[in-house]
């Protein structure tokens, strides 16, 4: 990999991490949301992995407690 290629994809990686609750639950099997949000970038996981991800958007991104 290229260093414009590796910029690109961490890019990627923290603008899909931006749409994941960040609780870092585990739900979806990776330790963190931004380990799973480089496994989904990285084609090893896909988006609906994570249980949390549509109802935490439909709430406006916000997690109740």
């Given amino acids: 990999k290229n260093i414009a290629e590796s910029m690109r994809m961490m890019a990627d990686i923290q603008n899909f991490k931006a749409t994941l609750p960040g609780i870092d639950c585990g739900s979806c099997?990776?330790?963190t949301c931004r380990a799973f949000a480089e496994d989904v970038i990285k084609k090893t996981a896909c988006p609906e992995d994570c249980p949390l991800k549509d109802?935490?958007?439909?709430?406006?991104?916000?997690?109740?407690?």
């Avoid at 109802?55 to 407690?65: T, Y």
């Fill in 55 to 65: 109802l935490w958007q439909n709430k406006g991104g916000k997690v109740e407690e």
């Fill in 29 to 31: 099997g990776a330790p």
